[in-house]
């Protein structure tokens, strides 16, 4: 048997659309901006009269937590971070977490009360109790002083904000970001066309497990990748016409996705993608960091993430054995049963929040902001997202062009740096246009006409607030049990019934009251 397994500012309308929509995330590359400008603006400059990195005041000491997609991470002595410090006259203390214990680690931190200076967060309910209690410094009135911050999308602000407040400088992302990447020699193998349909994707899984695409001979194949960040199976649900986080019930009520019909089919075809073996056995315990693996090392040909992704696996894949084309293509999400839809971003994934515990002062606070501005500059957004030119990229006919076959220490110098990039401001170099940036360029334009609102999005409930992490716990746990047959429909409807009475009752009533409240 095998394995079981930017630019925002080029259509406001859509921004206006992404407002109420939700995130995904996941990893990113350089790959994110919001647009504001087609022009790049004058360099940052320090608010507080400070240089580019030839200020005679010591460096400000700064420390960063945020999370990691990697296991190759730069150590402090790496010469990128050298670079940046000096840029930004700073002293660093950066601290990766692992994506997939992200979450508990910044619980755990919050609850310490000893805080780094800037964390990347999202609205989780822990954080919006921790800013309401003045945990971290609100920042939104001070953006306007900074040349690149000022550049900041109010929708996206909007997006972003606690009770109106913004307690974090958001990190822009393309807002149709999502792509289904295929292993395109296992589709020349077998003689496959890119899917379009929900069918046709999985007789590709199908085919990926079934037919040795690796025309190895063995058993030893499958057909997608997923691990215990659940991002994958929300994507999928949209295909099925699952609401994004809330849809209306057909009355102008809102209901939270999993009490739809087309959430409970969602999870019928994953439990038989799960049952024939198409997804990995183990994806409930697999660590994110190491979730590119499979698909690089052979053994799976599909991956449902960001469409950028597919450059970030197809460079490993050819410093294994260079080829002329790339092993990887991208598409669109295939077309379901309710048309085609996609699950979009807010324009923004998570926030750098400063916290309070660590910055005392308004003039602290200023040098942080100062720090996070130079962030947007295109040298720094070159540095972070790239590394060093004649590194580990050249300037290619003014394009960005990666060097093949780094070596692994090379690659660690600035590998997961660009977590801390915004965004916000002038947009920096492209890479060259190869054929996989060329579709994945054009997946993400393509994809802005089919993606889902969330009308929910910007609004923040007490309710969720205080018991969101216990009812999300309930609805991922049964999600996972019955994909792998732990319960059936019957368990399925047990465990909504304890949500709606762990809080789910009061949390539908209290959203659709901020929702019609927000329409008048």
Known sequence: MKQKATGLKKSLALLALSSVMAISACSGGNGGSNGQSESAPPQSTNANSEGNGNA?????????????????????DSPVIKKLEEYTNTDLDIQFVPNSSYPDKVNITLASGQLPTIMVVDKSPSFISSARAGAFWEVGPYLKDYPNLSQ??????????????????????VLGRMGVTLN????????????????????????????DPDQNGKDDTYGVVITKYAGPWDIMQVWFGAPNGWGDDGSGNLVPTHMTPEYREALQFFRKLYEE???????????SAVWNDPFVN????????????????????????????????VYQAPVGPKGHRDMPTTGYAGMLAI??????????????????????????????GYGMEGVHYDMVD??????????????????????????????????????????????????????????????????????????????????????????DDAGLDKAIELWKTTGGNDYIAEINKLHKESQQ
Request: no cysteine; glycine share 6%; net charge negative.
């Open 152 to 173: 900041a999308n109010d929708i996206v602000l909007n997006n972003s904000s606690i009770d109106g407040k913004n307690y974090g400088v958001y990190r822009g992302r």
């Open 56 to 76: 005679k005041e010591e460096p400000f000491k700064i420390s960063i937590m945020m999370q990691s997609f990697d296991t190759n991470l730069p150590k402090a």
């Open 277 to 287: 073996g198409l997804v990995n056995e183990d994806f409930a315990v697999m660590d």
């Open 184 to 211: 395109q020699v296992w589709m020349e193998n077998l003689g496959l066309q890119p899917p379009k349909t929900i069918d046709e994707f999985y007789n590709v899984l199908k085919a990926f497990k079934e037919n």
């Open 398 to 487: 003014g394009y960005i062009a990666p060097k093949e076959n780094l070596d692994a220490s090379l690659i660690q110098q600035y590998n997961g740096l660009n977590q801390m990039l915004t965004f916000i401001g002038p947009v920096g170099a492209t890479l060259e246009q190869t054929d996989i940036n060329k579709m994945i360029a054009e997946v993400q334009a393509a994809n802005e006409s089919i993606v889902v609102a969330n009308p929910a999005q910007p609004l923040v409930s007490e309710v969720y607030a205080q018991k969101g992490q216990q009812l999300d716990n309930i609805i991922a746990d049964a999600r996972i049990q019955y994909i792998v047959g732990q319960i």
């Open 298 to 329: 052979g053994k799976a040909g599909a991956f449902v993430d960001v469409a950028d992704n597919a450059r970030r696996l197809n460079s490993p894949m050819q410093e294994k054995a260079p080829r002329d084309s790339s092993y990887t293509n």
């Open 355 to 384: 916290s309070k515990s660590a910055v005392k002062t308004e003039e602290e606070l200023k040098k942080v902001l100062t720090f996070i501005d130079k962030l947007s500059d295109v040298e720094m957004q070159d540095l972070l």
